[in-house]
């Protein structure tokens, strides 16, 4: 399983594998079809609060990836982060496709790290969690 982050004014290719856009807004100016968007997780986006904080205050991203991750852990982020998970778990590649002018900087990237391990995540936002909420709503169903 490959993750990777793209900006998604960048031309679609096939080794993008399922491409998931991860911003709340659509990107101005860009087609559906020539995005190539499988999966648009709007819920993952950060809240428009935290975003425009961070574009007023672009070094601060320590802070940003704090508080982001502290949003992921809302009941609203969590169907869109277990639907992640499961692209992922699919074993093909996976491209998080952003908006943002910093390639190194933006919310795909957190999302990124948080799915490869390097950060750890808040209690709640893991796969095992996805997998946990997934066995209780198949219980109550």
């Known amino acids: 399983m490959a993750v990777t982050t793209k900006r998604i004014y ?3 290719l ?3 594998g399922a491409r998931v856009l991860v911003d709340r807004l659509w990107p101005r100016g860009l087609s559906k079809e020539k995005a190539a968007v499988k999966v648009w997780l ?7 609060e935290l ?3 961070f574009h007023a205050t672009p070094d601060g991203w ?3 990836r704090k508080r982001y991750l502290k949003e992921l ?4 982020a969590t ?4 639907q992640l998970y499961e692209l992922v778990e699919q074993g093909k590649s996976v491209t998080l496709l952003f908006a943002y002018h910093d390639a190194e900087h933006n919310n795909a990237v957190v999302l990124k790290d948080l799915i490869d391990g390097m950060k750890k995540p808040p209690t709640g936002t893991g796969p095992a969690a996805a997998v946990r909420l997934r066995n209780r709503a198949v219980r109550k169903g």
């Open 10 to 12: 960048e031309a679609a």
């Open 14 to 16: 096939p080794a993008d």
């Open 42 to 48: 709007r819920d993952l986006a950060p809240s428009d």
């Open 51 to 53: 975003r425009k904080w």
């Open 62 to 64: 320590t802070m940003f």
């Open 73 to 76: 852990k809302a009941n609203e």
């Open 79 to 82: 169907p869109a982060l277990t």
